[in-house]
T-cell receptor, first 115, second 112 residues
Framework: KQEVTQIPAALSVPEGENLVLNCSFTDSAIYNLQWFRQDPGKGLTSLLLIQSSQREQTSGRLNASLDKSSGRSTLYIAASQPGDSATYLCAAYGRGSGNTGKLIFGQGTTLQVKP | DAGVTQSPTHLIKTRGQQVTLRCSPKSGHDTVSWYQQALGQGPQFIFQYYEEEERQRGNFPDRFSGHQFPNYSSELNVNALLLGDSALYLC???FGTGPGYTFGSGTRLTVV
C-alpha cells in the first residue's frame, strides 16, 4: 500500500531564503508525482508534474525532482517571498491493481515566509 | 478556459441528512475524481468516474455514492451524514487517467 510522507510539517523562513520541501513514498512503482499548493480554505493549485520518464521539472523559482529508487521527491523554492506562504502537498500517482487513477497525498508542509 | 467548477462553496447540514455536491470538469477532461480533506490532513481519494461508471474507489463506506452525467459533470452524494463527514470536498478532473489533475476550489461541508 502506497504511503506518502512530507517532512517537515511546518516551516518558517525569512524572505529571500532558498528552501527545500521533502516528500517520501513507500512504493517506488509510482507513475507520476505532482506537487500542489493550497491556500487556507481553498482548493489545490498544481505547481509541477513529474511524469514517469522524467527526473525533474522547473517552473520559475520552483524546481521539483523525483528519485524513484530512493522513494523521494523534493520541491526547491528559490528566493522565497511572503506570497509563497501556503501549504504544499505532494501526491503520488500509481499504476496497477487498486492504484490506477488515484492520487495518494502526503499531509503537507505548511510554509510561512516572513517579510 | 474554465477550470473545474464546484457547487456549492459552503454547506451546513444536520446529522442524518443527505447532501449532494456538484462538479463540472475542466473543458476537454472526461474523468472526475472526488477527494475528502479533513482539517490539517491531506486529501483522501473517495472515487473516480469515467464514462459514467465508477472506475476506482477508495476506502469509504457505501454512504458515499456518485454519478457522472453524459456531459462529464459529476455529483457526490453522502447519506446519513455524520459529524465526521465535515470536511472540504475536492473534485479533480483529468483526461483519462492523466497525467496531471486539475482541482476545483472545493465545497466546505459542515455537519452539526
Amino acid at each position: 500500500k502506497q504511503e506518502v510522507t512530507q517532512i517537515p510539517a511546518a516551516l518558517s523562513v525569512p524572505e529571500g531564503e532558498n528552501l527545500v520541501l521533502n516528500c517520501s513514498f513507500t512504493d517506488s512503482a509510482i507513475y507520476n508525482l505532482q506537487w500542489f499548493r493550497q491556500d487556507p480554505g481553498k482548493g489545490l493549485t498544481s505547481l509541477l508534474l513529474i511524469q514517469s520518464s522524467q527526473r525533474e521539472q522547473t517552473s520559475g523559482r520552483l524546481n521539483a525532482s523525483l528519485d524513484k529508487s530512493s522513494g523521494r521527491s523534493t520541491l526547491y523554492i528559490a528566493a522565497s517571498q511572503p506570497g509563497d506562504s501556503a501549504t504544499y502537498l505532494c501526491a503520488a500517482y500509481g499504476r496497477g491493481s487498486g492504484n490506477t487513477g488515484k492520487l495518494i497525498f502526503g499531509q503537507g508542509t505548511t510554509l510561512q515566509v516572513k517579510p | 478556459d474554465a477550470g473545474v467548477t464546484q457547487s456549492p462553496t459552503h454547506l451546513i447540514k444536520t446529522r442524518g441528512q443527505q447532501v449532494t455536491l456538484r462538479c463540472s470538469p475542466k473543458s476537454g477532461h472526461d474523468t472526475v475524481s472526488w477527494y475528502q480533506q479533513a482539517l490539517g490532513q491531506g486529501p483522501q481519494f473517495i472515487f473516480q468516474y469515467y464514462e459514467e461508471e465508477e472506475r476506482q474507489r477508495g476506502n469509504f463506506p457505501d454512504r458515499f455514492s456518485g454519478h457522472q452525467f453524459p456531459n462529464y459533470s459529476s455529483e457526490l452524494n453522502v447519506n446519513a451524514l455524520l459529524l465526521g463527514d465535515s470536511a472540504l470536498y475536492l473534485c479533480a478532473s483529468s483526461f483519462g487517467t492523466g497525467p496531471g489533475y486539475t482541482f476545483g476550489s472545493g465545497t466546505r461541508l459542515t455537519v452539526v
